[in-house]
């Protein structure tokens, strides 16, 4: 076990590997790293859901626990996992709450992605080490989906085993349609969600709204997609 350090970190940031990369360049060796069960739930709920993003975070804790079993760090899981109520009001900040709280408990370091959080992190006086998210690929010069819009197209609903609809018309006169031959497939649906989340992370006209169990929001450019 790896001896206890004075540094103490909280992290919300396992997507992209920044506690491990920490680690193995020395800044943040013989450190106590904690991971707030909320994080662990979130990367459950994307990975089960075929989400890239919750694939990479739980290779992150793997990766950890492997330091930790060189010495290298000490790694601990800590808090409550999300209930359903907490989850139901994530768009207002509970878990990123739960999370803080836990900082503050603990004395610790939160590193965390989240720009929002650590701007509330740092007004309630806790030491933040934020890092941007990593940009993995090349933003796509347009998204699949455009495809579906036109310049009556107020939004678009895609759903697995549904052909897509479309909400068209001028205010006042709105009508659903429906804009495609064939229901979607699961497989299609996963592509678009990992271009939108590829375009996202890469384009500096994508950023990430919401991101919690089985909710996620971004803007990319002019849409806004759930």
């Known amino acids: 076990m790896a001896p206890r350090s004075a ?3 909280i992290t919300s940031a396992v997507i992209d590997g920044h506690v491990s ?3 193995e360049s020395g800044s943040y060796e013989g450190a106590a790293i904690a991971v707030p069960e909320a994080v662990v739930a979130e990367l459950e709920s994307q990975a089960n859901d075929g989400r890239e993003s919750g694939w990479d975070g739980l290779e992150e804790l793997q990766r950890l626990a492997e330091l930790a079993d060189e010495g290298a760090v000490e790694v601990e899981y800590v808090g409550r996992r999300p209930s359903d109520g907490d989850r139901h009001a994530a768009e ?6 739960l999370i803080r709280d836990l900082a503050a408990e603990r004395g ?5 992605s989240d720009k929002v959080q650590s701007e509330v992190a740092r007004a309630k ?5 934020y890092v941007d998210p990593e940009i993995r690929g090349d933003a796509p010069e347009r998204l699949a989906i455009e495809d579906f819009f036109d310049g009556e197209t107020m939004s678009v609903h895609l759903k697995t085993g549904v052909a897509p609809m479309a909400k068209r018309g001028a205010v006042g006169e709105m009508r659903f349609e429906t804009i495609g031959d064939e229901p979607l497939t699961e497989d299609a649906l996963r592509e678009w969600i990992g271009e939108i989340e590829t375009a996202t992370r890469a384009s500096s006209d994508g950023f990430t709204e919401l991101d919690r169990n089985g909710m996620t929001i971004v803007q990319f450019g002019e849409y806004r997609i759930a």
């Open 108 to 112: 610790a370091t939160l590193l965390t």
């Open 7 to 9: 540094r103490s970190v």
């Open 125 to 129: 006086g806790l030491d933040v080490e």
């Open 92 to 97: 207002e900040g509970a878990v990123d709450a």
């Open 21 to 23: 990369e920490r680690v």
